[in-house]
Nanobody, 125 residues
Framework: QEQLVESGGGLVQAGASLNLSCVADESILVLHAMGWFRQSPGKEREFVASISSTGDITEYEDSVKGRFTISRDNSRRMMFLRMNSLKPEDTAVYYC??????????????????WGQGIQVTVSS
C-alpha cells in the first residue's frame, strides 16, 4: 500500500498546463513539509518545489520559478503542483514526498521519508 499517491500526469504540448495532486494515506499520522521531485531519463532525481505544513513557506527550483505553484490542503491531506507554460525539458517522472519530522520546508531528498510511486509528465514540442 502506497502511503503517498500522485495523480494528474499525462502528455501535453509545450505551453500547456497540468495539475498534479498527491494524497497522503491516513497511516501517516503527522505531515510536516511536503515536496515535489522529478527524474528525467538518464538523470538524477531533482528537487522541484516544497511547502511547509502551514503553506506559508515555499521553495522552488530555479527553472520552474514563475511557472509552477505548489499548494496543499491539510483537511484533505493533499498537496498540489500547478504547472504552467510547460516545456519539453519538464518531461520527467514526478514524485511526491513528505516528512513527519518537524521540518518547515526542504529541497533535500534525504529529509523526506515518505515517497509516492511517481507519475509521468510528458511535454511534446
Amino acid at each position: 500500500q502506497e502511503q503517498l499517491v500522485e495523480s494528474g500526469g499525462g502528455l501535453v504540448q509545450a505551453g500547456a498546463s497540468l495539475n498534479l495532486s498527491c494524497v497522503a494515506d491516513e497511516s501517516i499520522l503527522v505531515l510536516h513539509a511536503m515536496g515535489w521531485f522529478r527524474q528525467s531519463p538518464g538523470k538524477e532525481r531533482e528537487f522541484v518545489a516544497s511547502i511547509s505544513s502551514t503553506g506559508d513557506i515555499t521553495e522552488y527550483e530555479d527553472s520552474v520559478k514563475g511557472r509552477f505553484t505548489i499548494s496543499r490542503d491539510n483537511s484533505r491531506r493533499m498537496m498540489f503542483l500547478r504547472m504552467n507554460s510547460l516545456k519539453p525539458e519538464d518531461t520527467a517522472v514526478y514524485y511526491c514526498a513528505a516528512t513527519g519530522r518537524r521540518l518547515l520546508s526542504s529541497p533535500r531528498q534525504k529529509d523526506y521519508e515518505y515517497w509516492g510511486q511517481g507519475i509521468q509528465v510528458t511535454v511534446s514540442s
